[in-house]
């Protein structure tokens, strides 16, 4: 029996620009992806290189107490000084006991040379984006076009610590939904914990409670040296395939 299983993505740009969205599609041990409106955020991280993991996991507890534990997605990221990055990230879950992994993909984003790309692996193509700077963000709505809420929000600084070898500010922030606010009949309560590193213009680690369970973000390996530079071009040996708005790959689970 296959498994279908639909996913929506958006790709973080605390860290850098990349595509828009990603739709993906898995079908046993095929995943069609589809990645759409490629754009560069404009990424002022230049001369702080780094390398690392970054790890998002879920936690959901049961009524009786039972906690699951599932890890979402890990993906290896490549900062250099001029603010080129390089993305491994791993699309899908693995099958457990197959010994199957989940799929694999591979972006290089270039704002020095003004080119994004899609590594395909399997195929040995490098799928290349011209990129521009992104458009200016949409106007917020204002205050008499915003849907009117009874919910509250509290903020409060968590001060500095080391996390993963690096210093890091922490936040919080809590919004509590009041009874009957959406036909809920107990306070439903959204706890949101970040900590930054300024040095490297890094989200490090990001904690989020709610009604769902747990879901954490965490940085993890930090190295602080300049990667190669080989890790930010189109590998030897792969076909430079020009692309425009978007592209559709089609991967096997690894």
Request: proline residues 6%.
């Amino acid at each position: 029996m296959s498994l279908k299983i639909a996913l929506a993505a958006l790709v973080s740009s605390l860290a850098f620009g990349q595509f828009a969205s990603i739709r993906s599609h898995i079908d046993g041990e095929t995943m069609t992806v589809t990645f759409s409106s490629p754009q560069i955020i404009v990424n002022e991280a230049t001369g702080a290189p780094y390398s690392g993991e970054r790890v998002s996991e879920h936690v959901q507890t049961l009524p009786d107490g039972t906690h699951i534990k599932q890890t979402i997605s890990r993906t290896k990221i490549w900062r250099d000084s001029q603010g080129r990055t390089r993305t491994e990230r791993t699309l899908g879950a693995s099958q457990p006991g197959s010994g199957s992994g989940g799929f694999f993909v591979i972006e290089i984003l270039d704002p020095v040379a003004g080119f994004m790309y899609v590594l395909d692996d399997q195929q040995r193509v490098a799928h290349r984006f011209a990129i521009s700077a992104a458009p200016p963000h949409p106007r917020p709505v204002t205050a008499a076009g915003a849907p009117k809420s009874a919910a509250t929000s509290t903020y409060e600084k968590l001060g500095t610590q080391d996390i993963e070898g690096v210093p890091a500010e922490g936040t919080r922030s809590t919004r509590t939904i009041p009874i009957g606010e959406i036909g809920n009949d107990g306070p439903i309560t959204t706890s949101t914990e970040s900590w930054f590193c300024r040095d490297l213009r890094l989200l490090v680690l990001m904690k989020r409670v709610d009604q769902l369970g747990e879901h954490t973000m965490r940085f993890t390996q930090i190295d602080r040296s300049e990667p190669e530079p080989a890790l930010f071009m189109s590998p030897a040996g792969y076909t430079v395939a020009e692309e425009k708005d978007s592209l559709t790959l089609t991967l096997k689970r690894q």
